[in-house]
């Protein structure tokens, strides 16, 4: 989620640089796509057996609502304060998820099942 973090920051720094913008846009690509393995692999973890499946469904809900707010956040903060500020904005969600797992780590994790 970090590298995802920086992406959004790189990205509006390299804003007007189109080859640099894409070689950033690619790896944030990629970067984006392993946090969502990082949040299903700890609900998974973390959540009482018989409500993973529940667990997991509210996540992926959740996951598009925020998304759906996410694009409008971001076309609203690029129509009112340019491009840059909308890119650069958007290292918040990476963020908060480093902060909401950052509160897992002391929690032990279950022993698996024999």
Not at 66 to 94: D, N
Not at 101 to 108: H, K, Q, V, W, Y
């Given at each position: 989620?970090?590298?995802?973090?920086?992406?959004?920051?790189?990205?509006?720094?390299?804003?007007?640089?189109?080859?640099?913008?894409?070689?950033?846009?690619?790896?944030?690509?990629?970067?984006?796509?392993?946090?969502?393995?990082?949040?299903?692999?700890?609900?998974?973890?973390?959540s009482d057996k018989s409500y993973v499946g529940t667990a997991l469904t509210l996540q992926t809900?959740?996951?598009?609502?925020?998304?759906?707010?996410?694009?409008?956040?971001?076309?609203?903060?690029?129509?009112?304060?340019?491009?840059?500020?909308?890119?650069?904005?958007?290292?918040?969600?990476?963020?908060?998820?480093?902060?909401?797992?950052?509160?897992?780590?002391?929690?032990?994790?279950?022993?698996?099942?024999?």
């Amino acid at each position: 989620m970090a590298v995802s973090a920086a992406c959004c920051v790189l990205a509006a720094f390299v804003f007007r640089y189109p080859t640099l913008l894409l070689l950033v846009s690619l790896v944030w690509g990629i970067a984006v796509i392993a946090d969502s393995a990082q949040f299903s692999a700890i609900i998974s973890e973390v959540s009482d057996k018989s409500y993973v499946g529940t667990a997991l469904t509210l996540q992926t809900a959740l996951g598009f609502m925020l998304t759906a707010f996410a694009i409008g956040a971001t076309e609203f903060i690029a129509s009112h304060y340019g491009w840059r500020a909308a890119l650069a904005s958007m290292a918040v969600g990476p963020l908060l998820g480093i902060l909401a797992m950052s509160g897992l780590i002391a929690r032990p994790t279950r022993p698996a099942a024999a």
